[in-house]
């Protein structure tokens, strides 16, 4: 899943854009200022942020500014009210990759969430596909040599990230804060299990096991783990 930060001191907007976002697809984690915002990106790996700019503590311009001036590459989408040219230019030459103004519509954020992400990856094509595997995210659908496979929401998530990351081993850790926000139960064994129902979905050799490292999908499986 694409894990994304939600910086909004609005609680019934950052509470809708949670949520509208987790139903779109998103890991959506939601904090309420500037400070708090600067403290989860020293310690989470996000794909991007939504950030409101009149925050409290810290602007969201001069935090924005501060991710730029550490030489930080990650898509940052502003949401604002602040709808004026020279705002929006101040913006970009912040550092902002897109700007999307208030009222949002959640279906447009989530649009320009996929355009940015995927700008940052170096992925022109919105549809993924690596070894026999075709996933469409904005579709959220999945074929492996021609033929449609069911998922189920996690389950597409995860092979969405090891198709983003192909040839990339990624351990447990990386994996469950990839699938799971902040403060969610995560039992012992969950990555596991939705590795074995991808493998019984798709193909076995399709999902490597580096032991005592983690989990890669090779974009030419050879077959067996390691």
Do not use: C
């Not at 509208?20 to 998103?26: E, T």
């Not at 200022?33 to 990106?41: F, I, K, R, Y």
């Not at 699938?179 to 299990?193: D, F, H, M, Q, R």
């Amino acid at each position: 899943m694409t894990r994304v930060l939600v910086v909004e001191d609005d609680p019934l907007l950052g509470d809708a854009v949670q949520a509208g976002l987790r139903q779109r697809g998103y890991d959506a984690d939601w904090v309420k200022d500037g400070v708090a915002a600067e403290a989860a990106l020293r310690t989470t790996d996000f794909a991007a942020v939504v950030l409101d700019l009149g925050l409290p503590r810290l602007d969201g311009l001069e935090l924005l500014r501060r991710e730029r001036a550490k030489g930080s590459p990650i898509p940052v989408l502003v949401l604002t009210a602040r709808d004026a040219i020279e705002d929006r230019i101040k913006g970009f030459d912040t550092g902002a990759d897109d700007y999307v103004i208030k009222p949002v519509d959640l279906d447009e954020l989530a649009a320009r969430l996929r355009a940015i992400v995927r700008r940052s990856r170096g992925e022109p094509a919105p549809v993924l596909e690596v070894a026999g595997l075709r996933l469409d995210p904005a579709a959220r659908t999945v074929a492996y040599r021609g033929q449609p496979v069911e998922l189920k929401a996690k389950e597409f998530n995860l092979l969405q990230e090891f198709m983003l990351n192909v040839d990339r081993v990624l351990s447990r850790t990386q994996i469950e804060e990839r699938l799971y926000a902040w403060g969610s139960e995560v039992e012992s064994n969950a990555v596991e299990v939705h590795i074995h129902h991808l493998r019984r979905k798709l193909a076995p050799e399709l999902i490597r096991t580096v032991r005592g490292v983690g989990y890669v999908l090779p974009r030419n499986p050879a077959g067996g783990d390691d």
